[in-house]
Antibody, heavy 118, light 106 residues
Framework: QITLKESGPTLVKATQTLTLTCTFSGFSLSTTGEAVGWIRQPPGKALEWLALIYWDSDKLYSPSLKSRLTITKDTSKKQVVLTMTNMDPMDTASYFC??????????WGQGTLVTVYS | SYELTQPPSVSVSPGQTASITCSGDKLGDKYACWYQQKPGQSPVLVIYQNNKRPSGIPERFSGSNSGNTATLTISGTQAMDEADYYCQTWDNSIVIFGGGTKLTVL
């Protein structure tokens, strides 16, 4: 059974850097084909894909946020870390990590709400 | 940039069939999947690879994808199906989500 759980600060001051950790179980990010992604959702709004990291450390980023995002993995700790620089109140959202299978995400973590204040 | 367009809302009576569309340029040439999200919960995959159901998803959920439109169909809609639904695909190594559709069962 695959599970994922997000952790990190609930409040972030504008201009600061956000660091979120996704801790997972039930698979290994050293196994060929495996990948973990980050997706966010502002309150009352749609899902927005942010980044993805593969077992071979290949990384993909949303073009609109690429300059602000960094995704890394720690295979031994079974963790994926997302950092987002220069946070703005518009970045207030629930942030989800999810296990990527082929072309879809399943399952998703419970999400963590991050509020950015100025 | 590639976009997926969904109707903001769809209403259906209990027991009837609900259809939620997702439109994108030549979407039928790509794989589409669908997620269900209930208030305060994480998205749950209900359809992958256009028309496949994950284990545990009721048979009343089905999908199709042709031309420029992918469609999620819920037959015999139940009150528990009231939720937001999102389509998703890939375009040039970028993950694309639709804007979401709120399904109301009334």
């Amino acid at each position: 059974q695959i599970t994922l759980k997000e952790s990190g600060p609930t409040l972030v001051k504008a201009t600061q850097t956000l660091t979120l950790t996704c801790t997972f179980s039930g698979f290994s990010l050293s196994t060929t084909g495996e990948a973990v992604g980050w997706i966010r959702q502002p309150p009352g709004k749609a899902l927005e894909w942010l980044a993805l990291i593969y077992w071979d450390s290949d990384k993909l980023y949303s073009p609109s946020l690429k300059s602000r995002l960094t995704i890394t993995k720690d295979t031994s700790k079974k963790q994926v870390v997302l950092t987002m620089t220069n946070m703005d109140p518009m970045d207030t959202a629930s942030y989800f990590c999810a296990h990527k299978q082929n072309n879809w995400f399943d399952p998703w973590g419970q999400g963590t709400l991050v509020t950015v204040y100025s | 940039s590639y976009e997926l367009t969904q109707p903001p809302s769809v209403s259906v009576s209990p027991g009837q069939t609900a259809s939620i569309t997702c439109s994108g340029d030549k979407l039928g040439d790509k794989y589409a999947c669908w997620y269900q999200q209930k208030p305060g919960q994480s998205p749950v995959l209900v359809i992958y690879q256009n028309n496949k159901r994950p284990s545990g998803i009721p048979e009343r959920f089905s999908g199709s994808n042709s031309g420029n439109t992918a469609t999620l169909t819920i037959s015999g809609t139940q009150a528990m199906d009231e939720a937001d639904y999102y389509c998703q695909t890939w375009d040039n190594s970028i993950v694309i989500f639709g804007g979401g559709t709120k399904l109301t069962v009334l």
